[in-house]
């Protein structure tokens, strides 16, 4: 599996750069790995933000904060490691589209995932900020659980193909400090482009990881 360090002279190498670095945390003293120190985690996290990768895919039950808003019942305090909300959700759901319900005589009682009418589970939700910079997560779901992209700083972790997105990416940011002028600009859009066709290829691959059809039961369908 590739280290950060790995990933970094990946990067140079899709600039035509020789060189190559030991360390960026703490920098080892060359312009490159400077660079790479400043640029990584940023290319880093925005690509975790870029799509719901199953590997930084996480589930907690948060702890409950007082509301202090009218308009939502329940506050929870955000997970500090959060890069995304993706959804806040019941305490019994299966997945993010449905609990196991239905009327104990219906014949597709055991069918899994439905969404049958009223039990389509993602609950609304807002995030803010308090004054002293903590996250929380207002909604009117009561024992909500929250599912989130996590900030996953362990490059072993990543898959293939998140690796090589990453580098072309973390190679687009570099490109106008290593290479200079017009140059420099043009290799960094060219390096989105190739980053974008991989990360397409990434997101495919990812979702393709899970194997979730919710079926869809209407209100009159339901009440049969």
Request: proline residues 8%; hydrophobic residues 40%; glycine residues 4%.
């Amino acid at each position: 599996m590739a280290s950060v360090v790995d990933i970094c002279n990946l990067a140079l190498a899709h600039l035509g750069d020789n060189a190559t670095v030991a360390s960026i945390d703490p920098p080892e003293g060359s312009v490159q790995a400077e660079h790479c120190a400043r640029f990584y985690p940023i290319a880093r996290d925005s690509l975790l933000e870029m799509h719901n990768w199953g590997f930084a895919s996480r589930r907690v039950a948060p702890a409950q904060l007082e509301s202090t808003w009218p308009e939502w019942k329940y506050a929870y305090q955000v997970p500090s490691d959060i890069i995304n909300m993706v959804a806040v959700l019941p305490p019994d759901a299966e997945d993010d589209y449905s609990t196991r319900w239905a009327p104990t005589d219906a014949p597709w009682r055991n069918y899994t995932p439905m969404v049958a009418a009223g039990r389509y589970v993602p609950q609304p939700y807002s995030m803010e900020v308090l004054a002293d910079g903590t996250q929380i997560v207002y909604t009117n779901q009561e024992t909500a659980v929250l599912r989130y992209t996590q900030k996953v700083t362990d490059p072993t972790k990543y898959s293939p193909l998140f690796t090589l997105t990453l580098s072309w990416h973390l190679a687009s940011m570099l490109a106008g400090p290593v290479i200079k002028g017009d140059m420099g600009q043009a290799e960094a859009k060219r390096c989105a482009g190739v980053m974008a066709a991989y990360l397409a290829q990434a997101e495919s691959s990812d979702s393709n990881q899970r194997n979730i059809k919710p079926e869809h039961i209407v209100s009159w369908v339901a009440g049969r």
